[in-house]
Each structure stands twice: as structure tokens, then as C-alpha cells.
């Protein structure tokens, strides 16, 4: 993790803390906010892993902490490599959830290693009184780095276009 990144992390770790200690009113989201999609590049080093690293354990644990479990819900999270995805609904919404499916495409080296790609997340949710629904792919990504490579992050825009196409619900 990058040490700006962790730095931040440790920051709003301290931010929750102290603020608990203290009894002061934590930054909450808006009012009408009901979904938080947070995604975060570089969470984990992208070494192959049988179980969740402590980074990624970490950042979910302050997410949820961070959002009160009283008044936002876990949607989806998923890791990807480095890139660490959390979809939160607010619990008063959460009975116009029709589907949630995640799906995750590689970008790295040889479009098999986890250094680079993209989570997505397919949401389908009621709308309004009647049968209408409301459809929606939310991605958060990691595309190749630095500034003469346009052309690789645009190879990997269109492939994480076309993967996630193809793997979109009916």
C-alpha cells in the first residue's frame, strides 16, 4: 500500500477513535444518500492469497464502522487482487434489492495476474410503487500506469467494457 494511502487510513482510523472517545458527531453521508460505493486501488500487494490480507480485513472493518451498521448495510464486497470493492445500501432501501452480482476482470500481465482490473457491480433495485426496476453496473478499476500509456489503459477500458457486458444479468 502505497504510504500516502496508508497514512490516510490510519488518519481516519484515529478520526473514528478519538471521535467515539469524545462523544462528537462523526461525518455521516448525506441524508438522502442510499448507496456508498467506496473502491480503493493498490489495498493488498498483489501477491496470490488463500485468504483476506489484513489491509483489505482493515478497510472493510473502518467502512462499516465508519457508516454504522444501524444505518448502512453491506451490499457487496469484493476484492480483486488490490482493487477492494464495498457497495453499502441504507437499511431502509435495502427491501428494493431485486439482484446483486459481482463479477471481476483482470487487466495484468497476460490479463491473468491481479495487479490491474476491474470489480463490477450489477444492482437491479425496485423502483417507485409499481414493477418498474432500475438497472445499474457500478466499477471501480485499476488501469495500467503511467502517463506514455494511454494506449494500455485504453486496451484495458474496453476490455473490462466487454467482460463485464458479457457477464451482465438478464
Known amino acids: 500500500l502505497p504510504s500516502t494511502s496508508l497514512t490516510l487510513l490510519r488518519s481516519l482510523s484515529k478520526t473514528l477513535q478519538s471521535s467515539s472517545k469524545t462523544k462528537t458527531k462523526k461525518p455521516a453521508p448525506a441524508k438522502n444518500t442510499d448507496l456508498i460505493l467506496l473502491t480503493t486501488q493498490e489495498t493488498e500487494n498483489p ?3 488463500r485468504t483476506e490480507g489484513h489491509r483489505s480485513r482493515f478497510l472493510r472493518t473502518l467502512a462499516i464502522k ?10 457487496a464486497i469484493h476484492s480483486l487482487g488490490g482493487v477492494q470493492t464495498l457497495l453499502f445500501i441504507k437499511k431502509s ?3 428494493k434489492v ?3 452480482a459481482v463479477r471481476d476482470v483482470t487487466c495484468g500481465i497476460g490479463n491473468v495476474f491481479h495487479n490491474k482490473g476491474a470489480v463490477g457491480v450489477f444492482l437491479t433495485l425496485r423502483a417507485g410503487a409499481g414493477r418498474r426496476e432500475v438497472k445499474m453496473l457500478l466499477v471501480g478499476a485499476h488501469l495500467a500506469a503511467h502517463v506514455g500509456n494511454v494506449e494500455g489503459r485504453n486496451g484495458d477500458f474496453w476490455r473490462i467494457v466487454e467482460e463485464l457486458e458479457g457477464a451482465a444479468p438478464a
Open 93 to 95: 432501501q435495502l427491501h
Open 66 to 75: 465508519a457508516l454504522g451498521p444501524r444505518r448502512y448495510v453491506p451490499l
Open 98 to 100: 431485486n439482484l446483486v
Open 47 to 49: 501477491k496470490p492469497r
